[in-house]
């Protein structure tokens, strides 16, 4: 067992380590997906891409592989919604818990001098960023070479992570930053899909 366990593809049929596939599970009767693949049951597990999720979704291979009996199959865009849903709920959580903890920085004047003193691995910034906040950071980040995402506006942020409202966050601890790169990622993969 542990992160070096074989799964196979539901959809292509392709062998992968357990980690590098999403693993879905049956909770009352509908096909939930397992982000730290930690919940109880018969797994079903899908490639990270378009077409494997297509497959599964047009020939239901989701609900036959976890047993659920339903008329209502899981379409193709709630699946996605629901994948996307929860690696930005995760996300949120990691800026709450890493922000207590200190992994995280937030403010504007905290996040430029995180840059300035080179201990900022990834920056996160409100949709909204005031254009003044972003003149200070902008050319400080291109120059530092630290990779930066949106996310949505400072009020959804700062709502989703219980904080009050920021314009800007800065990750400074490396694996972190690594992780949450990988769902931010994925989550900017997945809107391309609907
Ligand atoms: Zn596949």
């Given at each position: 067992?542990?992160?070096?366990?074989?799964r196979?593809?539901?959809?292509?049929?392709?062998?992968?380590y357990k980690?590098?596939l999403?693993?879905?599970?049956?909770?009352?009767?509908?096909?939930?997906?397992d982000?730290?693949?930690k919940?109880d049951?018969?797994?079903?597990?899908?490639?990270?891409?378009?077409?494997c999720?297509n497959?599964a979704?047009?020939?239901?291979l989701?609900?036959?592989?976890?047993?659920?009996?339903?008329?209502?199959?899981?379409?193709?865009?709630k699946?996605?919604?629901?994948?996307?849903?929860t690696y930005?709920?995760y996300?949120?959580?990691?800026?709450?818990v890493?922000i207590?903890?200190?992994?995280?920085i937030?403010?504007v004047?905290?996040?430029?001098?995180?840059?300035?003193?080179?201990?900022?691995?990834l920056?996160l910034?409100?949709?909204?960023?005031?254009?003044?906040?972003?003149?200070k950071?902008?050319?400080?980040?291109?120059?530092?070479?630290v990779?930066?995402?949106?996310?949505e506006?400072k009020k959804?942020?700062?709502m989703n992570?219980?904080?009050?409202?920021r314009g800007?966050?800065?990750?400074?601890n490396k694996?972190l930053?690594?992780v949450?790169?990988?769902?931010?990622e994925?989550?900017?993969e997945?809107k391309k899909?609907i």
């Amino acid at each position: 067992m542990g992160s070096k366990a074989i799964r196979t593809c539901i959809s292509c049929g392709s062998e992968k380590y357990k980690n590098e596939l999403l693993r879905f599970v049956s909770v009352d009767n509908e096909v939930v997906f397992d982000l730290k693949q930690k919940l109880d049951g018969r797994g079903a597990y899908l490639c990270f891409n378009k077409e494997c999720f297509n497959k599964a979704t047009k020939k239901n291979l989701l609900s036959k592989h976890l047993k659920i009996k339903t008329d209502e199959n899981i379409t193709f865009v709630k699946l996605v919604k629901q994948v996307r849903d929860t690696y930005k709920r995760y996300l949120y959580t990691l800026m709450r818990v890493n922000i207590t903890s200190k992994n995280i920085i937030e403010g504007v004047y905290n996040v430029k001098d995180s840059l300035i003193h080179e201990k900022a691995f990834l920056c996160l910034f409100p949709s909204d960023i005031s254009n003044h906040s972003k003149g200070k950071l902008v050319n400080l980040i291109t120059r530092k070479k630290v990779p930066f995402y949106f996310l949505e506006d400072k009020k959804s942020v700062a709502m989703n992570i219980h904080r009050p409202i920021r314009g800007a966050y800065a990750v400074v601890n490396k694996q972190l930053a690594l992780v949450m790169i990988d769902i931010l990622e994925k989550i900017k993969e997945l809107k391309k899909w609907i």
